[in-house]
């Protein structure tokens, strides 16, 4: 008898594709979880920064407070300081804490290429294609709009994609999402993260200063070989990136940047092996013998020998996973709790009563409006749609065109990377005005596309749970 008859006929790279939400790392998805949470906190801290900067008795506070001086100071060294002068707590978290917020992506980015969506070649290719589509369309959009303005330099504005605020989208829509759209959205913004990277490291650097910028690549050298010497220890990293981070700070060179490369010097292979980690577990474990239970019942102090045991089970649970996914996972409260809303608060606070309500439909705002709400969806839909077209990678599992067009236009929530872009591009006083009209338009732009891509995805998406996402806590 042919025992095939129940067997999938179907080729074996679609059969292949249905499994893909299978082959989703655990750590995968709470990644996305965790993404998405801090979305929610992320649109709390904006909203909040909208109204408190709109309150006439409030907001002079509101823009006084970001002036304060911060100091790490021991003696006359300061360690927040710029050529000499001390930041004030807008630049601090501007070029500090978003440096740590960098640091987390160089982590991620990492971590995507060598186990990730990044690893596989075939499936990484739809959303890169799409990243790259989302990043050139918005920009030609911008220039078109802004030829022979005094505004022309913001045009790397709306190229960028918020990862935890459009997952928060996607979050709303809970299981009815499969998971291959949403991973499709995760990596898809981390190439976004990776094309801003660059553009603020080649556009946003000046009056480089090459001895600073030599100690930087000497430290940096000495991360790489640490890391290649498997050296475990985080204080190692965080505290020689430290001073990668002054060095760029004071060299010229933005120092966001040098959070992502010292995360690309952060180890991703761990001393021990699972199966190594696995034995050595059993072995200590195997000291404590079952006629020894009746007194380890009652609350006793342990021996030495038993506390030797159970330190050897300590040390080889910190062997047995890497720098790199322990400081990610670690870092990734700080980052989508604390830092990301904290920077949105302090950035996002626009005074609207100031602002004419037709100034949205016209200069930078208009030209960053096109460019989130038409450019990015333009781009990632179109070059999504030809790289399936033409075979070279399959659409993500369980969607459909309409499902890719919305989720294409969730691609258009800018936000994070785009203010902090535009505090770069218009970071003068005489600017001032500039900077606020742009950041007009990054809100605006980013919620027309976050309300479109849901009623969008809302009406496309089938009304029961997605394929494995019924046990989703997604």
């Known amino acids: 008898m042919n025992n095939d008859s129940n067997s999938d006929s179907r080729p074996k790279a679609e059969v292949e594709i249905d499994n893909m939400p299978h082959r989703v790392f655990f750590a995968a998805r709470q990644a ?79 971590r995507e290429v060598l186990v990730g969506e990044l690893s596989s070649f075939r499936q990484a290719l739809l959303p890169i294609v ?62 976004d993260d990776i094309g801003g990277i660059i553009v603020i490291a080649v556009f946003y650097s000046s009056g480089i200063e090459l001895e600073l910028l030599a100690w930087a ?6 991360l790489y070989l640490g890391g290649r010497c498997l050296i475990q220890s985080k204080i190692f990293y965080i505290g020689l990136g430290t001073v990668v981070w002054f060095l760029f700070l004071n060299s010229g060179i933005h120092p966001t940047i040098a959070g992502v490369l010292v995360a690309f010097c952060v180890p991703a292979k761990p001393v021990y092996e699972p199966m190594k980690y696995i034995r050595k577990i059993r072995t200590a474990i195997g000291n404590f013998r079952s006629e020894d239970d009746a007194t380890l019942n009652s609350r006793t102090i342990l021996s030495n020998e ?33 830092i990301v809303p904290l920077f949105a608060f302090a950035n996002a606070g626009i005074f609207l009563l100031g602002l004419d309500p037709m100034s949205i439909f016209n200069g930078i705002s208009l030209a960053i409006i096109c460019g989130l709400v038409f450019g990015k969806f333009l781009g990632i839909f179109s070059f999504a749609w030809l790289t399936v077209k033409l075979k070279l990678a399959p659409m993500p599992a369980h969607a459909n065109w309409h499902q890719m067009a919305s989720v294409s236009m969730l691609g258009g929530i800018g936000f994070t990377v785009s203010l902090f872009i535009a505090t770069l591009s218009f970071g003068g006083p005489e600017q001032a005005d500039l900077l606020n009209h742009a950041k007009l338009g990054i809100v605006v732009g980013s919620i027309l596309s976050g309300i479109i891509g849901f009623i969008w995805l809302h009406k496309t998406l089938p009304q029961v749970a997605a394929p494995g996402e019924s046990d989703s806590d997604d």
């Open 130 to 191: 799409g990243a790259i589509g989302g990043m050139l369309v918005p920009v030609i959009i911008f220039f078109c709009l802004a030829n022979g303005t005094d505004f022309i330099g913001g045009a790397a504005i709306p190229m960028a994609t918020d990862i935890a605020f459009s997952l928060g989208v996607l979050a709303m829509l809970g299981n009815r999402v499969p998971i291959s759209l949403k991973v499709f959205l995760t990596t898809l913004a981390v190439v």
């Open 306 to 338: 038993q506390m030797n045991w159970l330190k050897e089970i300590e040390s080889s649970s910190d062997k047995v996973i890497s720098p790199l996914q322990e400081l990610e996972d670690s870092l990734h409260p700080l980052v989508n709790f604390f």
């Open 32 to 110: 996305i979880g965790r993404h998405a949470t801090g979305g929610n906190i992320l649109i709390l801290a904006t909203v909040l920064a909208l109204i408190v900067a709109n309150i006439p008795a409030i907001n002079g506070y509101y823009e006084e407070f970001w002036t304060s001086e911060v100091r790490l100071q021991i003696g006359s060294f300061n360690l927040f300081s710029h050529h000499g002068e001390p930041m004030n707590l807008i630049e601090f978290i501007n070029d500090a804490l978003m440096a740590v917020f960098f640091f987390s992506i160089g982590l991620e980015i990492k």
């Open 217 to 222: 690549a000497g430290i940096l050298a000495l």
